[in-house]
């Protein structure tokens, strides 16, 4: 239901409809079911709540529908005040809650489960060891995104759902942990922030006592707008001139403000999608919940009793960014994150184009500006992508036995591998590892950014060793099997390219379950790849130590 204040023109809130340009066809046959359809379930394990969405995507359309919407407030924000780590309450409520997440999801046949974790689960100390006590005992694999990865998959969600036209959109997403402003249109997002700033912070570290006294609103206010400052200025710097942006809010917090304010009017909506209300609406609004101690706020029927004691700090965060970005409007959307998710997991799968062709390719740019950023020979770093692929393709089943995933995370550590000697050349890939650990990779995951990491780390010299702080951040044993065989393949292929311009005109491998022979063929025959050829043969012995296989190296 789309829901316009009666003075204010209509924005077109169309869902977006992907134009079909060909039938998908897949040979894959674990994410189709019977009708053709695939369900995937994308859960958000979030500050304040922790949500859960059932979809089922049309291959042959390629568009996607939400069958169920599902949240638990779970306050995983909750974290001890001393030490910042979650505490058990928390952590057992957000287990409870997948775990019936979990079966809802089998009893809906969903093929594939896509779970990501953020502010609270990224800032505790404790997080990634409940991320591992997640996996073990209901055997679920959770992403921790990073503040401006999950600002990439809200646009992605709230693009899913709303036609951005010709005009930019501000996104803000108020959540209990962070604040993530995004500038986008239609084919990119301009500016990714995110802040930590959220209601339930807020909540906890600086209100104890309601009605707040004079001092203290001023105090938020003060802390709120420094704390959004920095998003602010980078959202303004990437606005053309004579552009107005929508504001586009979403999630619990800009939801939760929409009701309150559409039941003074029409009663409690069904739906707050494209629901707009004017910043004078939302003062006089905040002026009534100020008024208000929390158990007061608890007796209002259009507000959830979990939110009322937050919705007084999410209601300043919006209103400053309101006054911030000079804007006197702002619209609803219903989808963010979890939507998100499923936008990217269709992007992976090349289910969408058109309108997301632009976002489809993030994770190639991502790479290729890491590598520009640290002056990476981007003539050679292709030579060694090339070759490391070229590899991959040619020895499945004997140097790597892949499924498909490592590819892509193959080209980029390749693409990266030298990275490091914009540091030092002594120890390159110990640098190379830290820099891509560190750095910002969009549209990969968190664990295949460290696999990446770790691939290109792993390329020269020793082998992992359990000490390592880059082998110890592999969690799974699937990561780090992934990144010990495709870090044999880039070790392979950086031996054929030490020189600055290659020489190698192509790369014939043939291979058996005992042997692997590469014959090497020079781009003139005046060359000699001696070089290359004895550079190849010092992989030899550990191509034998990880593989058990033979490597034999031929000169044509």
């Given at each position: 239901?789309?829901?316009?204040?009666?003075?204010?023109?209509?924005?077109?809130?169309?869902?977006?409809?992907?134009?079909?340009?060909?039938?998908?066809?897949?040979?894959?046959?674990?994410?189709?079911?019977?009708?053709?359809?695939?369900?995937?379930?994308?859960?958000?394990?979030?500050?304040?709540?922790?949500?859960?969405?059932?979809?089922?995507?049309?291959?042959?359309?390629?568009?996607?529908?939400?069958?169920?919407a599902?949240?638990?407030?779970?306050?995983?924000?909750?974290?001890?005040?001393?030490?910042?780590?979650?505490?058990?309450?928390?952590?057992?409520?957000?287990?409870?809650?997948?775990?019936?997440?979990?079966?809802?999801?089998?009893?809906?046949?969903?093929?594939?489960?896509?779970?990501?974790?953020?502010?609270?689960?990224?800032?505790?100390?404790?997080?990634?060891?409940?991320?591992?006590?997640?996996?073990?005992?209901?055997?679920?694999?959770?992403?921790?995104?990073?503040?401006?990865?999950?600002?990439?998959?809200?646009?992605?969600?709230?693009?899913?759902?709303?036609?951005?036209?010709?005009?930019?959109?501000?996104?803000?997403?108020?959540?209990?942990?962070?604040?993530?402003?995004?500038?986008a249109?239609?084919?990119?997002?301009?500016?990714?922030?995110?802040?930590?700033l959220?209601?339930?912070?807020?909540?906890?570290?600086?209100?104890?006592?309601?009605?707040?006294?004079y001092?203290?609103?001023?105090?938020?206010?003060?802390?709120?707008?420094?704390?959004?400052?920095?998003?602010?200025?980078?959202?303004?710097?990437?606005?053309?001139?004579?552009?107005?942006?929508?504001?586009?809010?979403?999630?619990?917090?800009?939801?939760?403000?929409?009701?309150?304010?559409?039941?003074?009017?029409?009663?409690?909506?069904l739906?707050?999608?494209?629901?707009?209300?004017?910043?004078?609406?939302?003062d006089?609004l905040?002026?009534?919940?100020?008024?208000?101690?929390?158990?007061?706020?608890?007796?209002?029927?259009?507000?959830s009793?979990?939110?009322?004691?937050?919705?007084?700090?999410?209601?300043?965060?919006?209103?400053?960014?309101?006054?911030?970005?000079?804007?006197?409007?702002?619209?609803?959307?219903?989808?963010?994150?979890?939507?998100?998710?499923?936008?990217?997991?269709?992007?992976?799968?090349?289910?969408?184009?058109?309108?997301?062709?632009?976002?489809?390719?993030?994770?190639?740019?991502?790479?290729?500006?890491?590598?520009?950023?640290?002056?990476?020979?981007?003539?050679?770093?292709?030579?060694?992508?090339?070759?490391?692929?070229?590899i991959?393709?040619?020895?499945?089943?004997?140097?790597?036995?892949?499924?498909?995933?490592?590819?892509?995370?193959?080209?980029?550590a390749?693409?990266?591998?030298?990275?490091?000697?914009?540091?030092?050349?002594?120890?390159?890939?110990k640098?190379?590892?830290?820099?891509?650990?560190?750095?910002?990779?969009?549209?990969?995951?968190?664990?295949?950014?460290?696999?990446i990491?770790?691939?290109?780390?792993?390329?020269?010299?020793?082998?992992?060793?359990?000490?390592?702080?880059?082998?110890?951040?592999?969690?799974?044993?699937?990561?780090?099997?992934?990144?010990?065989e495709?870090?044999?393949?880039?070790?392979?292929?950086?031996?054929?390219?030490?020189?600055?311009?290659?020489?190698?005109?192509?790369?014939?491998?043939?291979c058996?379950?005992?042997?692997?022979?590469?014959?090497l063929?020079?781009?003139?025959?005046?060359f000699?790849?001696?070089?290359?050829?004895?550079?190849?043969?010092?992989?030899?012995?550990?191509?034998?130590?990880?593989?058990?296989?033979?490597?034999?190296?031929?000169?044509?």
């Amino acid at each position: 239901m789309v829901v316009s204040n009666s003075s204010v023109d209509p924005i077109d809130f169309e869902p977006l409809l992907i134009k079909k340009k060909e039938a998908f066809q897949s040979q894959d046959s674990r994410f189709r079911n019977t009708e053709g359809i695939l369900r995937l379930a994308a859960i958000d394990i979030g500050t304040n709540s922790t949500h859960l969405v059932i979809s089922s995507i049309d291959p042959r359309l390629n568009t996607f529908s939400i069958d169920l919407a599902e949240k638990s407030s779970t306050r995983l924000g909750n974290r001890n005040s001393e030490t910042g780590e979650l505490t058990d309450s928390s952590k057992l409520r957000v287990l409870e809650t997948l775990r019936r997440f979990k079966e809802l999801s089998s009893s809906h046949k969903v093929e594939e489960m896509l779970l990501a974790a953020t502010s609270a689960v990224r800032e505790a100390p404790n997080g990634t060891d409940f991320l591992k006590q997640i996996k073990d005992e209901l055997d679920l694999d959770v992403e921790l995104v990073s503040g401006t990865e999950e600002a990439r998959l809200i646009y992605l969600g709230v693009l899913s759902g709303m036609s951005f036209g010709n005009r930019p959109h501000v996104l803000l997403d108020i959540g209990g942990g962070s604040t993530e402003l995004i500038l986008a249109d239609d084919k990119d997002a301009r500016a990714l922030t995110s802040t930590r700033l959220g209601a339930v912070s807020l909540q906890r570290d600086f209100i104890s006592h309601e009605p707040l006294s004079y001092q203290r609103l001023e105090f938020l206010r003060i802390f709120i707008q420094g704390s959004l400052e920095p998003a602010i200025n980078k959202i303004f710097s990437r606005i053309k001139t004579k552009e107005k942006p929508v504001l586009v809010a979403t999630s619990g917090t800009a939801l939760a403000i929409g009701n309150l304010l559409a039941s003074e009017e029409q009663g409690i909506l069904l739906g707050m999608h494209g629901y707009k209300f004017s910043k004078e609406r939302l003062d006089d609004l905040l002026e009534t919940l100020l008024s208000m101690t929390v158990e007061q706020r608890r007796q209002l029927p259009s507000l959830s009793y979990r939110r009322a004691d937050i919705i007084v700090p999410g209601a300043l965060i919006l209103q400053m960014a309101m006054e911030m970005l000079g804007v006197e409007e702002v619209v609803l959307s219903e989808r963010a994150l979890r939507e998100g998710l499923v936008v990217d997991w269709m992007l992976r799968k090349g289910l969408l184009r058109d309108r997301f062709a632009f976002q489809g390719s993030i994770r190639k740019r991502t790479v290729l500006h890491q590598a520009e950023r640290f002056s990476v020979d981007r003539k050679r770093s292709e030579k060694v992508a090339d070759h490391a692929l070229k590899i991959y393709d040619n020895t499945k089943g004997v140097l790597h036995h892949d499924d498909g995933e490592g590819r892509q995370l193959l080209w980029a550590a390749a693409m990266l591998y030298s990275c490091g000697q914009h540091i030092n050349l002594a120890s390159y890939h110990k640098h190379t590892w830290y820099l891509i650990r560190y750095s910002d990779l969009l549209g990969y995951s968190q664990a295949e950014h460290l696999i990446i990491a770790a691939i290109a780390r792993y390329h020269r010299k020793s082998l992992p060793k359990k000490r390592h702080d880059a082998w110890q951040a592999l969690l799974h044993k699937k990561d780090r099997k992934i990144a010990s065989e495709m870090s044999l393949i880039l070790r392979l292929s950086a031996a054929l390219n030490r020189r600055p311009d290659s020489v190698i005109s192509s790369l014939n491998i043939s291979c058996n379950s005992d042997r692997v022979n590469m014959r090497l063929i020079p781009k003139d025959h005046t060359f000699n790849l001696e070089l290359e050829k004895w550079s190849l043969n010092n992989c030899a012995s550990i191509v034998k130590e990880l593989t058990g296989v033979k490597l034999q190296v031929f000169v044509k």
